[in-house]
């Protein structure tokens, strides 16, 4: 088995399952039932792409692993997730300010998987990339309201900004398994997006009124497997299922 | 619910949704946004996320003018016994459909 390509796979499903995970949580809960609409809509977005992504991840490992069972049945340290992705929900200047970090850097990452010698891949940024698009669209909308609304909603998502800003450099770590997709045309050279990354952010941030943040950068290794303390609660429910009822299915 | 003289809740638009070209729009529903630009993605979210449709207008309710149910027996009721306004009188072409 390709065993690079395939923890490359782990890598971009987990990142939209985990924050699939957290936009699930504000099923019933978002702020109104036109954002909560929006929120779980997102999600199940982020769904769809990770079930692409980890049926492709089962058939490179002929069929020993299957979806579900990458999903469900790996530990902590087994995810290969950013840690922004993680973080809690909080409150709603927290939600759409992790998602538009994310999808800012997934624009990014998609627009140069569109281009990937990896076939499969391919295939799969050209379905994603239009809800990702969307997705921007409404993230990044919602920052210019919650930074230009009032003094409230723009000292809300400032907190936001202090707190999830320095967690964006871990996107740009090259690990060694992107290193070598990157060799071998799969996967985008993150040093160039990091460049246009913090460009596009910097440009929304300032229309949103908002100043980017001086904090250093934050301790890094979700790529690694160490995570913050939040997966594990997160895994905990998400897996609950599975693992009280082995080999379930629906 | 929704009180229109709370400043603090969002106005409440009516949703158009033309479901494939060459249709009318159709009024579906209403949603409470910020203002139109808000109104257009809630819509999105709120009413297409089930291919329902390829275009969206948004209206704030309060620039509809509606007719007074009061004044209905002035304004609908004298049309009841016009049946020769209907265009029943007519052999229409087979071919002539969604008429």
């Known amino acids: 088995m390709d065993q690079n390509l395939y923890n490359y796979l782990l890598m971009l499903g987990d990142n939209s399952m985990i924050l699939g995970h957290r936009l699930s949580e504000l099923c019933g809960h978002g702020p109104s039932l036109e954002t909560d609409i929006a929120l779980t809509n997102i999600s199940l977005d982020l769904f769809g792409q990770v079930r692409n992504i980890f049926q492709y991840a089962a058939k490179l490992n002929d069929q020993e692993s299957s979806e579900d069972s990458i999903a469900f049945l790996r530990n902590e340290r087994q995810h290969y997730n950013c840690i922004l992705v993680e973080q809690p929900n909080t409150d709603f200047a927290h939600v759409i300010l992790r998602q538009y970090l994310f999808d800012q850097f997934q624009l990014l990452q998609l627009n140069f998987l569109l281009q990937s010698k990896d076939e499969q891949l391919k295939a799969i940024a050209a379905k994603s990339i239009k809800e990702t698009k969307y997705h921007i669209r409404f993230s990044s909308e919602w920052c210019k309201r919650l930074g230009q609304g009032t003094e409230i909603s723009h000292n809300k998502i400032t907190t936001a900004l202090e707190l999830l800003y320095p967690f964006c450099n871990e996107f740009f770590e090259t690990t060694e398994v992107e290193k070598e997709m990157m060799e071998r045309g799969i996967g985008p050279n993150l040093e160039e997006l990091r460049v246009q990354y913090f460009d596009n952010v910097t440009t929304l941030l300032n229309e949103a009124g908002l100043s980017i943040p001086q904090t250093p950068f934050r301790v890094s290794g979700g790529k690694h497997g160490r995570h913050s303390e939040h997966l594990g609660y997160i895994l905990a429910e998400f897996q609950y299922m599975q693992k009280t009822y082995p080999n379930m299915q629906w | ?99």
């Open chain 2, 1 to 99: 619910m929704s009180d229109p003289n709370n400043k603090n809740e969002w106005p409440i638009f009516e949703i158009f949704i033309r479901s494939k070209n060459g249709l009318e729009h159709r009024h579906v529903g209403s949603l409470h946004a910020a203002d139109a630009t808000m109104a257009i993605e809630n819509a999105r979210d709120v009413y297409t996320r089930r291919q329902e449709g390829v275009s969206i207008w948004v209206v704030p309710s309060k620039e509809i003018t509606a007719s007074n149910p009061e004044d209905a027996g002035e304004l609908f009721e004298p049309a009841e016994d016009k049946v020769y306004r209907h265009p029943t009188f007519y052999e229409l072409p087979i071919e002539l459909k969604h008429i």
